[in-house]
């Protein structure tokens, strides 16, 4: 079935610091990519759409210059956390859409923390 | 605008017991998509369902089965004879139109399972 690959999948990183976390769609293409933040106990927020070759588009209070999302290839979307603090620390998670059955496939997950 | 929500915040039962999870939904569109999704402490989303508005047959699979009803906007999840396996945090989440879009989640429910 098609998987999307995320990495790494916890990381640790000091404040001030950036972070990328990336996720590989395998053996298809996804067009579109959404970026959620999970909090300790809480339900899953949609960070960004991003699309293969045009701008993200960013939810309601996110910082788009914090989050910078590429979508580059139509296998490949990364969300680099810049300036990092500890506050940040969160479990990231992207999804694709599967567009054949109108289904979504999520990745691993990355639980970042900063300390 | 979606909404989903589950009110019941968590739910203990002791093994072997049934446990029926709520989510109710709000929405504009006249077609959409709804899903539930269980989430170990390993963080990972594991796909469970997917039933689109027009269907609302009921649907079971093994210990799992689900309850559609338009008429109350509600979707809920009952596991029969639970197991310890089964606890983790379920989400259920609405997708308009053509499950295209982004998905919205409910709180969701976390289930715990006493041997």
């Known amino acids: 079935g098609a998987v999307v690959s995320q990495h790494p999948s916890w990381v640790i990183c000091k404040s001030g610091t950036s972070v990328k976390i990336e996720c590989r769609s395998l053996?298809?293409?996804?067009?579109?990519m959404f970026w959620y933040r999970q909090f300790p106990k809480q339900s899953l927020m949609l960070m960004a759409t991003s699309n293969e070759g045009s701008k993200a588009t960013y939810e309601q209070g996110v910082e788009k210059d914090k989050f910078l999302i590429n979508h580059a290839s139509l296998t490949l979307s990364t969300l680099t956390v810049t300036s990092a603090h500890p506050e940040d620390s969160s479990f990231y998670i992207c999804?694709?859409?599967?567009?054949?059955?109108?289904?979504?496939?999520f990745g691993s997950g990355t639980r970042l923390t900063v300390v | 605008a979606q909404k989903v929500t589950q009110a019941q915040t968590e739910i203990s039962v002791v093994e072997k017991e049934d446990v029926t999870l709520d989510c109710v939904y709000e929405t504009r569109d006249t077609t959409y998509y709804l899903f539930w999704y269980k989430q170990p402490p390993s963080g990972e989303l594991v796909f469970l369902i997917r039933?689109?508005?027009?269907?609302?047959q009921n649907e079971i699979s093994g210990r799992y089965s689900w309850n559609f009803q338009k008429s109350t906007s509600s979707f809920n999840f009952t596991i029969t004879a639970s197991q310890v396996v089964d606890s983790a945090v379920y989400f259920c989440a609405l997708s308009p139109r053509f499950g295209n879009e982004k998905l919205t989640f409910g709180t969701g429910t976390r289930l715990t399972i006493i041997p």
């Open positions: 999804s694709a859409i599967l567009r054949d059955n109108y289904g979504y496939t």
């Open positions: 039933r689109n508005s027009f269907d609302e």
């Open positions: 053996d298809f293409q996804a067009t579109t």
